[in-house]
C-alpha cells in the first residue's frame, strides 16, 4: 500500500477505536444538545444534514426488519424528533413503503428543521401529510400497521399531560396489534429524570442516536423501551472527549484493556491466594459455585473457610480448592482467626465472603471480629451483606476499597428505599463516595458505583441468569480477578462484563430456561477466549 493510504487507513482504525470508547459516555439531554450543535459549529454538516443521517439510519433498521407490504402511520411532534419522522416518511416512501406522516400540533410553533422535512415531504408526496390540530382525533389504523413514534424525543421540558398525554395513551392501547417504534426516545420519557407515573409510549424498539441515554437502563423504564439499537450519526468525537460523563457503559474494547494476558513464566503464584469465606447448612451450593467460578476466573490458589458439614461435599465438587474446616457444624464462626495478626492476613491477596453463609449470631460475630482485624479491600456479598444491613456500625468497618455487590433487595436492606429508579442511583452513588467503596447494584445492567462518584453499567447477561446461584458465581468471578492484582475497579468492569457475557454463551447454547448457574461458570473458559481474541484499543 503506498504510504498516503496507510495512513488514512490508521486515521480509519482510530476513529473507529476512539469512536468506540467515546460511545461508552452516556450524556444527559442537555449535553446531547450540546454535541448536536457542537457538531453542526466544528464540522460540515448542517442541522437538517445531522437530521438526515438520522433519518436514513432510522429508516435502513426499519427496510431491515419490516417489508414494504406493511403500512406505516408515523406520528411526528413539533420539534426535530418530530422532523426525524417527517424526513423517514419520505425515506420509507422513496423505498416503496407506504408510511403516512401525522403532525400532532402540541405547540403552534414548528422548529425549523421540522418544517423543512415537512416542505419537502409534501413536495414530494403531499398525500403523505396529514395534521392532527390540538385535541384532534387518531385516524383508524390499518390492520397490522406499524407505528413510528417520533412525537417527543430528548426535547422534552416536562412531563407529558392533558391532549399529547391521551394521544400516548391511545397509542398504547393498540399494542399488540400494533407494534411501535420509538425514534431516539419513547415520547414521554425523561432522559434523565424519574418517569415513574408519568404517560410515555411503550415501544416495542428504540432507535436512538449514538448514545445510551440513562433512563433506557433503568428498570423502571423497561415496559417504555423495550429493544434499544444505538446508530451512529457521527457526532463530534473532539465534543465527546472533551466532556465529562458521569454514567458511562461498558463495552468489549474497554474490558480488552483491562484484561492482562499470561505471561509465560508466570506460576500460581502470580495469581493470588483467595480465601473465600462461604456456605452453611442447606446452602454449600452457594459456596461451591462461588469456588468453582473462582477457580474458572483464573486464581492462583484458593482456600474455602466452611462449615463441617460442607466439607466433603467441597472436596469432592471442587477438588482444586483447599478447605479450611470450621468448628461449627452447620455454620462459619472462626473465620475471623485466619486475620488476627498482619502476617496470617497477608497470607491471602483478597477476601471474599458471603455466598450462602447464613446470618447465625455465631457468623455476625465472627464477620465483626474479621472486619475488626482486617484493612484490606474485600469482596461482600449476599449474607454478609444481611449482617452489615442490621448493623450499621459494622457497615463502617468495612475497608475502603471494597466491592459490594447487593440485588436490589439486599441493596434496600443496606441503604433503605427509595422512590424511584433514578433516587436509587444517587444513594448507591452517595454510599460509594461517602464510605470509598465500589458497589454494583446488580440487575439487567448491573450498575457499579466507583468512589469517584462515576458510575458504570454492564450490558452483557440475559434474564436466564435471574436463577438462584447467578449472584455466588458472580462473587467467584470478582474474588479470582482481585486476587491476580486487578484493582477494585477493574475487578468490578471486567467480572461483571466476564460474568454477563458467559451467561449469554450459555443461554446461547442452552437457552435462557434451562441454563443453570453452573453453567455461567462452564462457558467462562470461551469468555475469556473469547477477549483474548480482541486486540485492546
Ligand atoms: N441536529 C439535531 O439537533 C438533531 C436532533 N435530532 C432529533 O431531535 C430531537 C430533539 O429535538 P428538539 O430539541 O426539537 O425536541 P423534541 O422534538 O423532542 O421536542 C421539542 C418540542 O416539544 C415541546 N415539548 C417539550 N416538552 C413537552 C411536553 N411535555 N408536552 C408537549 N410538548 C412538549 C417543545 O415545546 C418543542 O416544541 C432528538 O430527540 C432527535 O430525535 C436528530 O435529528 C439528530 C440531529
Ligand atoms: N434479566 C437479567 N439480565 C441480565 N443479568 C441478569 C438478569 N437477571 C439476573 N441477572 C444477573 O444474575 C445475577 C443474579 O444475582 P443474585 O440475585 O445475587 O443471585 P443469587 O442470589 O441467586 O446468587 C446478577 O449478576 C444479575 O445481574
Ligand atoms: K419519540
Redesign the pocket.
Known sequence: MPDGAWSLFFAYIYKLCLRRILTMKIFTAQQI?DA??YT?RHTPIS?LA??EK??IACTAWICRHYNEDTPVYIFC????????GLAITRLLRNRGYNAVAYILH??T?A?D?HTANRNALQQQYHAAVNDIPDNGLLPQLDRNALIVD?I??????????GW?AGIIQQLNDLKPQHEIVA???PSGLQADASSINNPVIKADQTLS?EFYKLAFLLPENAAFVGEICILS?DLSPDYIAQTPSRFNITDAFQVRSIYRPRKPFSHKGTFGHALLIAGSEGKIGAAVLSAKACLRAGVGLLSCHIPRCGYQIMQISAPGAMCFIDEQQDHSSGFHNHVLTPEAAAKFKVIGIGPGLGTAAGTSWALEKLLDHYRQPMVIDADALNILASSPALLKKVPAGSLLTPHPKEFERLFGKTANDEERLKVLSQHAVERQLNILLKGRYTAMAFPDGSIWFNATGNPGMATGGSGDVLTGILTSLMAQGYSSQETMLLGVYLHGLAGDHAAAALSQEAMIAEDIVEFLGKTFLELHKLKPC
Open positions: 444538545r448536536d450543535a453542526i442541522s445531522l437530521m438520522a433519518a411532534g413539533m420539534g426535530n424528533n418530530g422532523g426525524d402540541h405547540s410553533k422548529s428543521d417520533a417527543l424525543g430528548t426535547g422534552l421540558s416536562r412531563p407529558v399531560e399529547i425514534i431516539d426516545m442516536f450519526i
